[in-house]
């Protein structure tokens, strides 16, 4: 039995661009707020919040930005649901005696610059450890130092952003 894929490529217009970075953007402000009133309840209370704690933030935070409501609300609840997992994991860490535990992270805009190589047409995603300084493509050659290249995709993402 052979198997077929198919892909299409969706062409955004600016509005619908517009649009989804803004549910981005309020995505990732909530995943920062609430790994912040985690770290925050276990500081200064000695509290160790749990999911259900921090989901039940999100209704009162709709009250008082706005903005929170042009992303859906199981969206939201997923991404309570991603830090509560990511504590989970990296207790679990220290729990086994690991030497580096790593650390929830707070979720900047265009975390991922570096990863993304725009040379490649599309913008095709390369996964790298940090350890890779570069990177060396086998089929068309191109070399190039991450950092370069993260300049590039700012530079690219700050004309795109004057353009709109």
Same mark, same amino acid.
């Given at each position: 039995?052979?198997?077929?894929?198919?892909? $299409?490529?969706?062409?955004? @217009?600016?509005?619908?661009?517009?649009?989804?970075?803004?549910?981005?953007?309020? @995505?990732?402000?909530?995943?920062? %707020?609430?790994?912040?009133?985690?770290?925050?309840? $276990? %500081?200064?209370?000695?509290?160790?919040?749990?999911?259900?704690?921090?989901?039940?933030?999100?209704?009162?935070?709709?009250?008082?930005?706005?903005?929170?409501?042009?992303?859906?609300?199981?969206?939201?609840?997923?991404?309570?649901?991603?830090?509560?997992?990511? =504590?989970?994991?990296? =207790?679990?860490?220290?729990? %086994?005696?690991?030497? %580096?535990?790593?650390?929830?992270?707070?979720?900047?805009?265009?975390? $991922?610059?570096?990863?993304?190589?725009?040379? $490649?047409?599309?913008?095709?995603?390369?996964?790298?450890?940090?350890?890779?300084?570069?990177?060396?493509?086998?089929?068309?050659?191109?070399?190039?130092?991450?950092?370069?290249?993260?300049?590039?995709?700012?530079?690219?993402?700050?004309?795109?952003?004057?353009?709109?």
């Amino acid at each position: 039995m052979s198997r077929k894929a198919f892909k $299409y490529r969706i062409y955004l @217009s600016h509005g619908q661009r517009r649009i989804l970075e803004q549910q981005l953007e309020e @995505s990732r402000w909530v995943y920062n %707020e609430l790994l912040a009133e985690r770290k925050r309840a $276990y %500081e200064e209370r000695g509290e160790s919040l749990r999911k259900y704690d921090t989901l039940n933030l999100l209704p009162l935070w709709k009250l008082t930005r706005p903005s929170m409501k042009l992303v859906h609300s199981q969206v939201l609840q997923n991404i309570g649901i991603r830090v509560d997992l990511a =504590f989970h994991a990296f =207790f679990r860490r220290v729990k %086994e005696g690991a030497t %580096e535990v790593g650390f929830s992270r707070f979720k900047g805009f265009g975390r $991922y610059d570096s990863l993304t190589y725009p040379q $490649y047409g599309n913008g095709v995603r390369v996964v790298k450890t940090l350890r890779d300084r570069t990177h060396s493509c086998p089929y068309c050659g191109l070399v190039m130092d991450r950092d370069e290249n993260a300049a590039i995709n700012i530079l690219q993402r700050g004309l795109q952003t004057l353009r709109q």
